[in-house]
């Protein structure tokens, strides 16, 4: 399981209801209020991470909890 939260790289402010998907699945979840998310996905899994008005965003998991 992987937990992150996903914020305005320029404003730090949390992005609520953007897209976390886990690429080649489809599997995905949508951040709260809070800009957090929790999805289940193996170590080495990529995410991507869409919002209106952002360019996509993608990640690699690791064996850490949480990526941001």
Known sequence: TVK????D???GEPL???AVTIVGTTQGS???LDGMFTQK???GS???IKY????EFS???TDRKSVV
Do not use: C, D, F
């Open 46 to 48: 990529t995410l991507l």
């Open 16 to 18: 609520i209801g953007a």
């Open 59 to 61: 990640k690699k998991t």
């Open 9 to 11: 790289a320029e404003t």
């Open 41 to 43: 996905a193996a170590s």
């Open 30 to 32: 949508v951040t709260n």
């Open 4 to 7: 992150g939260q996903v914020v």
């Open 52 to 55: 209106l008005g952002y360019k």
